[in-house]
């Protein structure tokens, strides 16, 4: 499975961003995706997770209420719809995705990962 993120870039803060996660290959083993993100200097943390469904989906507390996880799963697409963005969401956004039904918040629960995007939020 290979997993491509786009649409990273300079917003302001209160602005709005959507990413998307295009995965090919063995796309039918994956169940599980999910966003994560890593600040300069800092470790990568868990942002949001959604099941094969889109029924399920999981947040870290520093995004619930600002940032939208959904799928495409026709597409083989992951989104996440960021908004009321602030400065401390400054980081590169990676995508991961695995074919474990549950809805993991570590990277280690995933098996497949994309280059990431960045996301820069400055005025």
């Known amino acids: 499975v290979q997993l491509q993120a786009s649409g990273g870039g300079l917003v302001q803060p209160g602005g709005s961003l959507r990413l998307s996660c295009a995965a090919s290959g063995r796309t039918f083993s994956i169940n599980a995706m999910g966003w994560f993100r890593q600040a300069p200097g800092k470790e990568r943390d868990f942002v949001a997770v959604?099941?094969?469904?889109?029924?399920?989906?999981e947040y870290a507390d520093s995004v619930k209420g600002r940032f939208t996880i959904s799928r495409d799963n026709a597409k083989n697409t992951v989104y996440l719809q960021m908004s009321g963005m602030k400065p401390d969401d400054t980081a590169i956004y990676y995508c991961?995705?695995?074919?474990?039904?549950?809805?993991?918040?570590?990277?280690?629960?995933?098996?497949?990962w994309g280059h990431g995007t960045l996301v820069t939020v400055s005025s």
């Open positions: 959604i099941s094969w469904s889109g029924s399920s989906t």
């Open positions: 991961a995705a695995d074919s474990t039904p549950r809805l993991p918040r570590y990277s280690s629960g995933y098996g497949y």
